[in-house]
């Protein structure tokens, strides 16, 4: 078993746990060149300490649907150590995992994603207004479009929603694995787990006792033949909702912008074909994905690609590799947008998962994505001078800013 423990890392020894150093510079600006020099090593490879690493699509989808594939191994090592109360269904397996989501999915429906369309028109026009000359594209599109969409699903009052940019940026950053952070940064995530958690614990006591037509009314009265969320798994969930349903799309919106604005031929047929909006966006999924990662444990001995795996052992999905596994996707490093129009038969990218664990917010991130960046390249936009640079997280790729110059 890997020893994944924070003393276990020092002087580069992350390199030899993942295969990769998730340090290097070189990495945050095109984690894709090194995912393609280990992918010439092998579709699955063990790395010095012992754990499993994928570039395959084929070994990265088959472990993401097969039951035998889950989180929590009996003895098992695991990526990081939450508090058994902290933990969200996204890190469950069945039957938790499927009881909970289950329950959320009650509150959180396409049908109510879809109503929010009007809203986010409505909120990417006001923050384009006015906007021209040099502007920072996360700081005044990426950012404040989703934590609007989901402070106003969720209920939060307009006035702490400043709240959630420090906690949103600790939880996001402890996503990475604990033997990656330093130890303040630990107590950071830990400490923005507890101030949600409370400011929820006292959001939701007044929404039981004072319901509105919002998600938290929803997830605290949400019944499936009497079961129901307890405030722990609440609390748990309206944190997973935050980060997932806010950072993610953050990352998509800049992201696809910056591909975009570095592809200008794509750009313009991005223009020439509002239509294609939403084929347009699940290349820059798969092209420059969000999440790029996810682990999974052997839950018993089993097989994957023919490689026998003993129970509890680790195995790491490069899902930003996978979309750009070559036996799969023809020309994989060429963005090209109308790869999933309609008529093409491309293979479905992995960016939002596969499986029980699939992203649950997804309609509501692709929705956010399509609206934001149809929008925006309306007008005339190019990328200002400057080096671009990335946030420090592993997990979650995402630019720390995004200098564009916007004509009139």
């Not at 994928?54 to 989180?71: K, M, Q, V």
């Not at 289950?102 to 109510?112: G, I, M, N, Q, Y």
């Amino acid at each position: 078993m890997a020893d994944t423990s924070a003393q276990a890392v020092q002087d580069g020894e992350a390199a030899a746990i993942l295969g990769f150093d998730p340090s290097d510079p070189a990495f945050h600006a095109d984690p894709y060149a090194r995912y393609r020099a280990l992918a010439a090593s092998g579709r699955l490879q063990q790395t010095t300490v012992g754990l499993w690493v994928s570039t395959s699509y084929e070994l990265c989808e088959a472990a993401l649907r097969d039951p035998r594939f889950g989180h929590r191994p009996q003895g098992g090592g695991l990526w990081r150590d939450a508090p058994q109360r902290n933990r969200s269904f996204l890190t469950m397996d069945p039957p938790d995992h499927t009881r909970l989501r289950r329950l959320v999915s009650k509150a959180f429906t396409p049908r109510l994603v879809e109503r929010l369309r009007p809203r986010v028109e409505e909120l990417v026009d006001d923050l384009l207004d006015g906007l021209s000359g040099e502007v920072d594209l996360i700081a005044s599109l990426a950012y404040p479009l989703p934590v609007i969409v989901i402070s106003e699903m969720l209920g939060v009052p307009p006035r702490d929603r400043d709240l959630f940019k420090g906690w949103s940026d600790a939880l996001a950053r402890g996503l990475d694995p604990d033997f990656l952070l330093p130890e303040p940064e630990i107590a950071l995530r830990d400490e923005a787990r507890a101030e949600f958690a409370a400011y929820f614990r006292e959001l939701a006591a007044q929404r039981r006792a004072e319901p509105r037509d919002d998600l938290l009314s929803a997830l605290v009265g949400v019944s499936d033949g009497g079961d129901v969320l307890s405030e722990e798994e609440l609390l748990a969930t309206c944190v997973l909702l935050l980060v997932a349903g806010h950072e993610t799309t953050v990352n998509l919106i800049g992201n696809g912008a910056l591909a975009l604005l570095r592809h200008p031929e794509q750009l313009a047929l991005f223009r020439e074909r509002p239509g294609n909006v939403a084929a347009a966006v699940e290349e820059l999924l798969r092209y420059d994905p969000p999440v790029q990662l996810t682990l999974r444990a052997a839950l018993e001995d089993v097989e994957l690609g023919g490689t026998p795996l003993e129970g509890g052992r680790l195995v790491l999905l490069l899902t930003g590799a996978a979309n750009r596994d070559p036996s799969v996707f023809a020309d994989p490093d060429r963005l090209d947008l109308l790869r999933y129009a309609e008529g093409r038969d491309a293979p479905r990218h992995l960016s939002f998962g596969h499986g029980i664990h699939f992203c649950l917010g997804a309609p509501l991130a692709r929705l956010e994505g399509q609206i934001a960046l149809k929008k925006l390249f309306e007008r005339d936009v190019a990328l200002a001078a400057g080096d671009l640079v990335y946030r420090d997280n592993l997990v979650l790729r995402g630019l720390r800013d995004l200098p564009v110059v916007i004509r009139a």
